[in-house]
């Protein structure tokens, strides 16, 4: 499986992005994590193969996992930005349950800068 990470820049806060990741292969479920500098890799969205969704706190309320099977994409629409946000945006495939926990995907995108400026 390959992934394609696409989307990130550079927006202020309360502005508002979509991330996209194209995939090769067979997906299964997916995930959205983000790492910031000096900072470890956190979770940030998930969906299984059959469109059920996870999010981490800091983000809930505010982003939007989907994906569209079809066209084997990943989506991440992220609004009210703030500048905690700020992290490279990576795409992950093949996960395992707990889908939280980053090790258990096995395909990795090369990630995406978002970066929020206040």
């Known amino acids: 499986v390959q992934l394609q990470a696409s989307g990130g820049g550079l927006v202020r806060a309360g502005d508002s992005l979509r991330l996209s990741c194209a995939a090769s292969?067979?997906?299964?479920?997916m995930g959205w994590f983000r790492q910031a500098p000096g900072k470890e890799r956190e979770f940030v969205a998930a969906?299984?193969?059959?469109?059920?969704?996870f999010y981490a706190d800091s983000v809930k309320g505010r982003f939007t996992i989907s994906r569209d099977n079809a066209k084997n994409t990943l989506y991440l629409q992220m609004n009210s930005l703030k500048p905690d946000d700020t992290a490279v945006y990576y795409c992950?495939?093949?996960?395992?349950?707990?889908?939280?926990?980053?090790?258990?995907?096995?395909?990795w995108g090369q990630g995406t800068q978002v970066t929020v400026s206040s």
């Open positions: 292969g067979r997906t299964f479920n």
């Open positions: 969906v299984t193969s059959d469109s059920n969704t």
């Open positions: 992950a495939a093949g996960g395992l349950l707990p889908l939280t926990t980053s090790r258990n995907y096995p395909f």
